[in-house]
């Protein structure tokens, strides 16, 4: 247990910290297991202390100095590390889920099976860090500094790693998986066993100089997204056959949509969904149905210190979202938890990706206020033709998938509801 005459002192702030160091120069502070929660100490220097199993959730440490402090594990969920010096810290198996580590220094830290999902790390240093079987869900890596450092069977989803310094780093068996790789410096890194799927690779930098211990897969979706702009080096060091070579012009002429959709309905309008989805593809469009019945259970917000990561089916990655809007429909929870989420990712992405399609005249004729805002605010296609005015119906399907490939800045207004398929 901590010693709650040093919790209070952490508490109370850098200066009274400073004071106690001071005058015990050889001790270091004992915080096992202590609750300090939204604590609020920037700038405080708790170098070497026994921070293990503590709840540090929202806590303000800017520029404090954690240097080879023992946090492992540690609770830290949503903390301001911001410029925090945490060299050589021992963080194995710690939740930093959603964590401000912007400018923060890492170097040799320890970070064994810890959470970093959702964590800002741009700008940061993590020289020869081990962040070996990391889960690295959308976390910004940006300008981020990691010579040397081991992402043994670390998990990238969906992370950002734009110009980040990756020189001499250990990638074997790490998975990347729609991992923004612009700008990245790989040269000199280790490879093995390494997976890259639905990854943009033609921005990385040094591939053709990057060391392979063992074979590694590269999806052909990657190979697409990358337009074939892939050293050949790098394929044939990962094991591929060289006839995969001959996927690259053709990957580099394509010019087929990788946007993905989803198709969110109620489970009632599932059939409806499957029929839409399947008319869209033949259109050139890759979407998916997300009813009711995919998703599971809604997981509830973490904010545990747990080390393990929960498969969550619920949420989905995506490009453009079609809610099918009905009487019905409008009126579930999750339906309209959908158009929230959409909204909010036109604001964050300054992209248009909600578009309504109406599956009776709720949103063709709408009259309640829910029905009415949504037609005012976004585009709807009329789908109401498809068991019965088959034509008509194909029609909007053809309208609908050409505005599905089209990005349109979310600042240029709402997509007119009128437009032809020429205009799109």
């Known amino acids: 247990m901590a010693n709650m005459e040093h919790v209070q002192l952490v508490k109370r702030g850098r200066d009274h910290v400073a004071r106690w160091r001071e005058a015990n120069p050889d001790d270091n502070l004992d915080l096992n297991a202590a609750y300090m929660s939204y604590v609020r100490a920037p700038q405080v220097d708790i170098s070497g202390a026994d921070i293990r199993d503590s709840d540090l959730m929202g806590a303000v440490l800017q520029r404090a100095n954690l240097s080879g402090c023992y ?27 959603g964590a401000d580590l ?3 220094d890492l170097s040799g830290a320890d970070l064994d099976r810890a959470v970093l999902s959702e964590a800002n790390l741009t700008g940061a240093k993590l020289v ?10 959308g976390t910004n890596l940006t300008d981020a500094d990691l010579t040397g450092a081991s992402f043994a069977g670390a998990s990238l989803v969906r992370a950002n790693m734009t110009n980040a310094k ?28 390494s997976v890259f799927q639905d990854c943009d690779m033609s921005g990385a930098r040094g591939l053709d100089q990057v060391r392979h211990d063992a074979p590694s897969t590269i999806g052909l979706d990657s190979l697409f997204r990358s337009h074939g ?20 012009p053709a990957a580099n002429a394509d010019t087929t ?12 309008e599932e059939e409806f969904a499957k029929v839409l989805r399947d008319d ?5 469009v890759r979407c998916w149905v997300f009813s009711q019945v995919v998703r599971g259970n809604a997981l509830v917000d973490r904010h545990s210190a747990s080390d393990q990561e929960e498969i969550e089916r619920w949420l989905r990655n995506y490009d453009k979202m079609v809610i099918l809007g009905s009487a019905a429909s409008l009126e579930v929870e999750t339906i309209l938890n959908d158009i929230t989420a959409a909204k ?11 578009y309504l399609g109406a599956t009776d005249n709720t949103l063709t004729e709408p009259k309640v206020r829910t029905a009415r805002n949504l037609v005012a605010e976004h585009v709807v296609f009329d789908l109401t033709g498809q068991s019965g005015a088959r034509d008509t119906y194909l029609k909007e399907v053809v309208r609908l998938a050409e505005a599905l490939k089209q990005d349109q800045p979310a600042s240029d207004g709402i997509p007119k509801a009128d437009i032809s398929v020429d205009q799109l």
Do not use: K
């Not at 989803?262 to 009632?268: L, R, V, Y």
């Open 344 to 354: 909010q990712m036109q604001l964050s992405t300054e992209t248009w990706c909600l």
């Open 280 to 284: 869209l593809r033949e259109q050139g």
């Open 71 to 97: 946090m492992n594990p540690c609770h830290l969920y949503h903390a301001n590390l911001r410029e925090t010096n945490l060299t050589r810290a021992r963080l194995n198996g710690a939740n930093l889920r």
């Open 128 to 137: 020869n860090a081990n962040l070996s079987r990391v889960s690295l869900a």
């Open 166 to 193: 990756c020189t001499d780093s250990d990638f074997f068996q790490t998975q990347f998986w729609s991992v923004d790789l612009t700008g990245a410096d790989l040269t000199g890194s280790l490879f093995g066993y």
């Open 102 to 104: 912007r400018g923060a």
């Open 229 to 248: 702009q892939i050293p050949e080096a790098f394929l044939l060091g990962a094991g591929l056959p060289a006839a995969a070579g001959g996927f690259l």
């Open 257 to 268: 949509s990788l946007r993905e959709c989803f198709i969110s309905c109620t489970d009632e």
